[in-house]
């Protein structure tokens, strides 16, 4: 009965130092368990019932003062922000910037393109001097050729002037096409440099948020691992309490 009692108690002591042995106080519990091997040896040796069920009382207080500094390290490690890069408030304002996060926000909403100009606009303002001045040269330089005012020369005047018309049309055209092009680019290179801005504003809001996520990711695993790390405490305690109790049944 002795031996079953002191693998009872020393399997408590050991599941209490298993049970933490992540955490920074690990080697309290370390200590504890070593503090207590020599009780567990006294207990074992001991054959006077009323010596042993001191010796167990011995090793209840110890073990249970052992598993209050463990709390109490528990609670000045998970109390004290030092120890972690997150916060309640890290979590409130990443929900809130979720919440206002709008991909279409990032995105430039542009008109159509409208070119309002036409080919009428580009047409020599002196068209009809040009004109007249071809004719008249035309026509001087047939009268002058003897060919007077018949057929010929109003051929050769109607000519000359569908000529320079023709001319003076694709000159017009060019400088149409060319404006009308110059007018996309500046529009396209507006639209572009409009959403490079944006680009820009969003890899920063992106930033921000990736970073938010991390603190509020942190401060959520540190709150599960505090958990985590009071419950097994608490049931360590508790397995070492019920196998004390067993082993006192047996004295």
């Given at each position: 009965?002795?031996?079953?009692?002191?693998?009872?108690?020393?399997?408590?002591?050991?599941?209490?130092?298993?049970?933490?042995?992540?955490?920074?106080?690990?080697?309290?519990?370390?200590?504890g368990?070593?503090?207590?091997?020599?009780?567990?040896?006294?207990?074992?040796?001991?054959?006077?019932?009323?010596?042993?069920?001191?010796?167990?009382?011995?090793?209840?207080?110890?073990?249970?003062?052992?598993?209050?500094?463990?709390?109490?390290?528990?609670?000045?490690?998970?109390?004290?922000?030092?120890?972690?890069?997150?916060?309640?408030?890290?979590?409130?304002?990443?929900?809130?910037?979720?919440?206002?996060?709008?991909?279409?926000?990032?995105?430039?909403?542009?008109?159509?393109?409208?070119?309002?100009?036409?080919?009428?606009?580009?047409?020599?303002?002196?068209?009809?001097?040009?004109?007249?001045?071809?004719?008249?040269?035309?026509?001087?330089?047939?009268?002058?050729?003897?060919?007077?005012?018949?057929?010929?020369?109003?051929?050769?005047?109607?000519?000359?002037?569908?000529?320079?018309?023709?001319?003076?049309?694709?000159?017009?055209?060019?400088?149409?096409?060319?404006?009308?092009?110059?007018?996309?680019?500046?529009?396209?290179?507006?639209?572009?440099?409009?959403?490079?801005?944006?680009?820009?504003?969003?890899?920063?809001?992106?930033?921000?948020?990736?970073n938010?996520?991390?603190?509020?990711?942190?401060?959520?695993?540190?709150k599960?691992?505090?958990?985590?790390?009071?419950?097994?405490?608490?049931?360590?305690?508790?397995?070492?309490?019920?196998?004390?109790?067993?082993?006192?049944?047996?004295?």
């Amino acid at each position: 009965m002795a031996n079953y009692a002191s693998s009872a108690l020393a399997g408590a002591g050991t599941g209490a130092a298993a049970g933490s042995v992540a955490g920074p106080w690990g080697a309290l519990i370390g200590a504890g368990v070593g503090t207590l091997a020599g009780l567990f040896s006294a207990y074992e040796q001991e054959q006077d019932s009323k010596r042993k069920q001191q010796i167990l009382d011995d090793i209840k207080g110890r073990f249970n003062i052992s598993q209050d500094e463990v709390m109490s390290l528990l609670g000045q490690y998970y109390d004290n922000p030092e120890n972690f890069l997150g916060t309640e408030q890290d979590v409130k304002d990443y929900r809130a910037a979720l919440a206002e996060y709008n991909p279409d926000n990032f995105v430039y909403n542009f008109d159509e393109f409208n070119y309002d100009k036409s080919i009428d606009d580009f047409v020599n303002p002196y068209y009809d001097k040009i004109i007249d001045a071809t004719s008249n040269k035309v026509q001087h330089s047939a009268a002058g050729a003897g060919v007077g005012r018949g057929t010929g020369a109003a051929n050769a005047i109607a000519e000359a002037v569908a000529q320079k018309d023709d001319e003076l049309y694709k000159t017009a055209l060019q400088q149409y096409n060319a404006d009308r092009s110059q007018s996309y680019q500046e529009w396209s290179g507006n639209i572009t440099a409009m959403q490079n801005k944006l680009n820009q504003l969003r890899a920063a809001t992106d930033t921000k948020m990736n970073n938010l996520g991390t603190l509020a990711t942190d401060y959520t695993t540190q709150k599960q691992n505090e958990m985590s790390d009071r419950i097994a405490a608490e049931q360590n305690r508790n397995n070492g309490n019920l196998q004390l109790a067993s082993a006192e049944l047996m004295i």
